[in-house]
């Protein structure tokens, strides 16, 4: 366990006998014996819990509490005291004592009351932090149980296959390795994994090592103690403690910053960290799941990842395709995220979808993948006020594009006219729009800034066919 508990009792013998108990529970565990050395040992060790005789002769107990609360606010307090003082206990209580214990107490009631402490004061760290972070599940994972198995709603085989591969996963405590395009979905899977798993009843956590700051990486991962680095006034759990018992899901781990590899690395072998500015080794048995779109093997060849870190996460890798090779799953998404955003936006009701406008969706080739379906239908609710939903609601193809651009090469006419010439060339773009919004005329329209009827007309003209 490793907690660190300060005993401040004036009755030496007890406090030392109190000390070895503790010690030998697992517990990290100190003694003071006057109220000066109390705030100087919590200045300098930053206990978790602080067991605190209220019969000090030097110092008043709830006057002593508020002090150490000062210097040490994350810490938690067991007040100790005699019977005939049980209304001190109380009064200490309600200025924020965790509970109390009247001698003589039994060596089980204190460990009791200890280990009760620490986990109510990680619960609580979870609580905060999940608030912060949470977000809504998609309705397909609400289902999910370990029980009853993973639905398998998405119409597609590639995603179907993908699910199962994840089931697969969830049965064993193996560390996954997600692969696929940025907004595919991979947030999802992990999610599914988790609920899938005997761990469906722990934390869930996720970070992302591309949006967090390389200074700040590590603390947010690995946690840090008082004193660490400047503003460090307490101990801060960082994300893997939280996810002990739980998941917590690296995503974009090819951007983990080298110190940080080797550091994750040393983890995954040996289940133990420290806290940044620590020197005690936390044991934690949280599950990995790492997630990228990088592709890592060709990051290991250019020297930015490490080869060992590589193979010690591709234990068993998901590839997760992208939107466009699964255009058979978008009514169902299109009408899971509507039914979210409405939820989320407060609408009464979720709009009807007009059969254009879906046509539109399932034809479009999405290079931001669900990402970006989700914000052109978030857009599309608050164009249309949450009224229906047809397709001059929809603004897509408006982004920046993956891949290569389209290019025509025009040379000086040789044996063609000057209007043959912009024809050849009209004709290749109209050709390209249709190639990009999959043969939807709607579509192609919007993508070339002209109506629908205006691109027949010069289908029709330039004798194009769909």
Same mark, same amino acid.
């Given at each position: 366990?490793f907690?660190?508990?300060?005993?401040?009792?004036?009755?030496?013998?007890?406090?030392?006998?109190?000390?070895?108990?503790?010690?030998?529970?697992?517990?990290?565990?100190?003694?003071?014996?006057?109220?000066?050395?109390a705030?100087?040992?919590?200045?300098?060790?930053?206990?978790?819990?602080?067991?605190?005789?209220?019969?000090?002769?030097?110092?008043?107990?709830?006057?002593?509490?508020?002090?150490?609360?000062?210097?040490?606010?994350?810490?938690?307090?067991?007040?100790v005291?005699?019977n005939?003082?049980?209304?001190?206990?109380?009064?200490a209580?309600?200025?924020?004592?965790?509970?109390?214990?009247t001698?003589p107490?039994?060596?089980?009631?204190?460990?009791?009351?200890?280990?009760?402490?620490i986990?109510?004061?990680?619960?609580?760290?979870?609580?905060?932090?999940?608030?912060?972070?949470?977000?809504?599940?998609?309705?397909?994972?609400?289902?999910?149980?370990?029980?009853?198995?993973?639905?398998?709603?998405?119409?597609?085989?590639?995603?179907?296959?993908?699910?199962a591969?994840?089931?697969?996963?969830?049965?064993?405590?193996?560390?996954?390795?997600?692969?696929?395009?940025?907004?595919?979905?991979?947030?999802?899977?992990?999610?599914?994994?988790?609920?899938?798993?005997?761990?469906?009843?722990?934390?869930?956590?996720?970070?992302?090592?591309?949006?967090?700051?390389?200074?700040?990486?590590e603390?947010?991962?690995?946690? *840090?103690? $008082? %004193?660490?680095?400047?503003?460090? !006034?307490?101990?801060?759990?960082?994300? =893997?403690? +939280?996810?002990?018992?739980?998941t917590?899901l690296?995503?974009?781990?090819?951007?983990?910053?080298?110190?940080?590899q080797?550091?994750?690395l040393?983890?995954?072998d040996?289940?133990?960290?420290?806290?940044?500015?620590?020197?005690?080794?936390?044991?934690?048995k949280?599950?990995?799941?790492?997630?990228?779109?990088?592709?890592?093997?060709?990051?290991?060849?250019?020297?930015?990842?490490?080869a060992?870190?590589?193979?010690?996460?591709?234990?068993?890798?998901?590839?997760v395709?992208?939107?466009?090779?699964?255009v058979?799953?978008?009514?169902?998404?299109?009408?899971?995220?509507?039914?979210?955003?409405?939820?989320?936006?407060?609408?009464?009701?979720?709009?009807?979808?007009d059969?254009?406008?879906?046509?539109?969706?399932?034809?479009? *080739?999405? $290079? %931001?993948?669900?990402?970006?379906l !989700?914000?052109?239908?978030?857009?599309? =609710?608050? +164009?249309?006020?949450?009224?229906?939903?047809?397709?001059?609601?929809?603004?897509?193809?408006s982004?920046?594009?993956?891949?290569?651009?389209?290019?025509?090469?025009?040379?000086?006419?040789?044996?063609?006219?000057?209007?043959?010439?912009?024809?050849?060339?009209?004709g290749?773009?109209?050709?390209?729009?249709l190639?990009?919004?999959?043969?939807?005329?709607?579509?192609?329209?919007k993508?070339l800034?002209?109506?629908?009827?205006?691109?027949?007309?010069?289908?029709k003209?330039?004798?194009?066919?769909?």
């Amino acid at each position: 366990m490793f907690e660190r508990i300060l005993i401040v009792d004036d009755d030496v013998q007890l406090a030392k006998s109190l000390e070895f108990l503790l010690k030998r529970e697992g517990y990290h565990a100190l003694s003071a014996h006057h109220g000066a050395e109390a705030r100087r040992l919590v200045s300098s060790a930053y206990p978790d819990v602080i067991l605190l005789d209220l019969g000090l002769p030097d110092v008043d107990g709830i006057t002593l509490m508020g002090e150490l609360r000062q210097i040490h606010q994350d810490a938690c307090f067991l007040i100790v005291t005699a019977n005939t003082a049980i209304k001190t206990a109380v009064a200490a209580m309600r200025n924020g004592a965790t509970d109390y214990l009247t001698k003589p107490f039994e060596a089980e009631e204190l460990t009791l009351a200890i280990s009760r402490a620490i986990r109510d004061r990680i619960k609580d760290e979870e609580i905060i932090r999940l608030r912060k972070e949470a977000r809504p599940l998609p309705r397909p994972l609400a289902n999910a149980t370990a029980a009853s198995g993973p639905p398998s709603p998405y119409p597609s085989k590639s995603m179907r296959g993908v699910l199962a591969q994840a089931k697969q996963a969830a049965d064993r405590n193996t560390i996954v390795l997600l692969l696929g395009e940025s907004g595919a979905g991979k947030d999802y899977v992990a999610k599914f994994i988790h609920e899938c798993s005997p761990r469906a009843g722990g934390p869930f956590f996720s970070i992302n090592c591309a949006a967090v700051s390389s200074e700040l990486a590590e603390s947010e991962l690995f946690g *840090h103690e $008082p %004193g660490a680095f400047t503003g460090a !006034r307490g101990r801060k759990r960082g994300l =893997l403690e +939280l996810a002990d018992q739980g998941t917590l899901l690296l995503n974009e781990v090819g951007d983990l910053p080298p110190p940080l590899q080797a550091k994750l690395l040393t983890f995954l072998d040996t289940k133990e960290f420290t806290r940044v500015g620590g020197q005690i080794q936390v044991l934690c048995k949280a599950r990995i799941i790492a997630a990228t779109n990088r592709n890592l093997e060709r990051e290991v060849a250019g020297g930015r990842f490490r080869a060992d870190l590589y193979y010690r996460l591709n234990v068993f890798s998901v590839t997760v395709p992208p939107l466009r090779e699964r255009v058979l799953d978008i009514p169902l998404l299109v009408r899971d995220i509507v039914q979210q955003l409405v939820d989320e936006m407060g609408f009464p009701e979720a709009p009807q979808i007009d059969g254009e406008a879906m046509d539109l969706l399932c034809n479009y *080739h999405w $290079p %931001g993948n669900v990402r970006e379906l !989700r914000n052109v239908l978030e857009r599309a =609710l608050i +164009l249309c006020s949450g009224q229906r939903i047809t397709p001059s609601c929809l603004t897509i193809g408006s982004g920046p594009r993956e891949g290569p651009e389209w290019s025509f090469t025009v040379g000086f006419p040789s044996g063609q006219t000057i209007h043959e010439v912009i024809s050849e060339a009209k004709g290749s773009l109209i050709a390209e729009a249709l190639r990009r919004s999959r043969n939807s005329k709607q579509g192609a329209a919007k993508l070339l800034g002209i109506s629908r009827h205006a691109l027949a007309h010069q289908m029709k003209f330039l004798a194009i066919n769909e």
